[in-house]
């Protein structure tokens, strides 16, 4: 009988506290599911359009806070690199409006394409390349200042050679032609090296035609294989001004 009680008493017990137990669990399983931390946005939309707009600053401290401040919160995770990439991006296309104001837009290519390449952002090759002879207008001299998308191109580097070399083959410019043959020369290796000997027979351009042939003359160095001889480095620029 004290048997029977007992196990009488244990289940009153043990099932209510079973069914308590089991309750929660469910509610736990259909509870709503908090964002995690890491779908969160690095850079808020206001953060980003006043960052943005000081790097169509010419020069100065604001600039230079600005730019270092971006660079180094992109580079604290993968999320916060994609969305300053992608945001450079849109505004950079944006910035190819020829309504717009010329000196701001080169201004924010200038410093864009330097962030680009500093991240070495190969998902923004598309847009470098299809502006790769954007210039300035006030020097012929290849730097960032003068040059900012071919700049950044070059410091990018080999990611980028099967993009130029589409541009050597098939771009009906030849002033586009001539700066993919400059960048692929530029950058150098045995990529580059097969992507100027496959363009040189069906380049029509004279100057273009010696800048390929010069680039590939001066890969023949022994002291760095496949990229351009330091002895011939004036007559391959002397190539790329077509002199």
Same mark, same amino acid.
């Given at each position: 009988?004290?048997? $029977?009680?007992?196990?009488?008493?244990?289940?009153?017990?043990? =099932?209510?506290?079973?069914?308590?137990?089991?309750?929660?669990? =469910? !509610?736990?399983?259909?509870?709503?599911?908090?964002? +995690?931390?890491?779908? !969160? #946005?690095?850079f808020q939309d206001? @953060?980003?359009?006043?960052?943005?707009?000081?790097?169509?600053?010419?020069?100065?401290? !604001?600039?230079?806070? =600005?730019?270092q401040s971006l660079?180094?919160?992109?580079?604290?995770?993968? #999320?916060?690199?994609? +969305?300053?990439?992608?945001?450079?991006?849109?505004?950079?296309?944006?910035?190819?409006?020829? @309504?717009?104001?010329?000196?701001?837009?080169?201004?924010?290519? +200038?410093?864009?394409?330097?962030?680009?390449?500093?991240?070495?952002?190969? @998902?923004?090759?598309?847009?470098?390349?299809?502006?790769?002879?954007?210039?300035?207008?006030?020097?012929?001299?290849?730097? +960032?200042?003068?040059?900012?998308?071919?700049?950044?191109?070059?410091?990018?580097?080999?990611?980028?050679?099967?993009?130029?070399?589409? =541009?050597?083959?098939?771009?009906?410019?030849?002033? #586009?032609?001539?700066?993919?043959?400059?960048?692929?020369?530029?950058?150098?290796?045995?990529?580059?090296? #097969? $992507?100027?000997?496959? $363009?040189?027979?069906?380049?029509?351009?004279?100057?273009? *035609?010696?800048?390929?042939?010069?680039?590939?003359? $001066?890969?023949?160095?022994? @002291?760095?294989? *496949?990229?351009?001889?330091?002895?011939?480095?004036?007559?391959?620029?002397?190539?790329?001004?077509?002199?």
């Amino acid at each position: 009988m004290n048997h $029977a009680i007992s196990l009488v008493t244990f289940w009153l017990i043990s =099932v209510p506290a079973f069914v308590l137990l089991v309750n929660n669990s =469910v !509610e736990v399983r259909s509870a709503p599911t908090m964002p +995690q931390s890491g779908y !969160e #946005r690095c850079f808020q939309d206001s @953060e980003l359009s006043e960052s943005l707009a000081a790097l169509k600053l010419q020069f100065g401290p !604001e600039l230079n806070k =600005v730019s270092q401040s971006l660079l180094t919160k992109a580079r604290t995770a993968p #999320r916060c690199r994609t +969305q300053l990439v992608q945001a450079l991006i849109s505004a950079m296309e944006q910035a190819t409006n020829s @309504e717009a104001n010329q000196y701001k837009n080169f201004f924010l290519w +200038q410093h864009g394409a330097s962030l680009l390449s500093d991240l070495k952002a190969t @998902e923004a090759l598309d847009l470098l390349i299809a502006n790769i002879d954007i210039t300035d207008g006030w020097s012929a001299s290849i730097s +960032q200042s003068n040059f900012p998308a071919l700049a950044a191109i070059l410091k990018i580097g080999s990611p980028a050679i099967a993009k130029l070399q589409l =541009v050597l083959s098939n771009d009906s410019n030849p002033v #586009r032609r001539k700066f993919a043959a400059f960048a692929i020369a530029y950058i150098g290796g045995s990529q580059a090296r #097969r $992507a100027l000997t496959k $363009a040189l027979p069906g380049e029509t351009d004279p100057c273009v *035609k010696n800048l390929v042939q010069i680039s590939l003359q $001066a890969f023949d160095n022994k @002291e760095k294989p *496949k990229r351009v001889s330091p002895a011939l480095n004036g007559k391959w620029l002397s190539a790329f001004y077509c002199l």
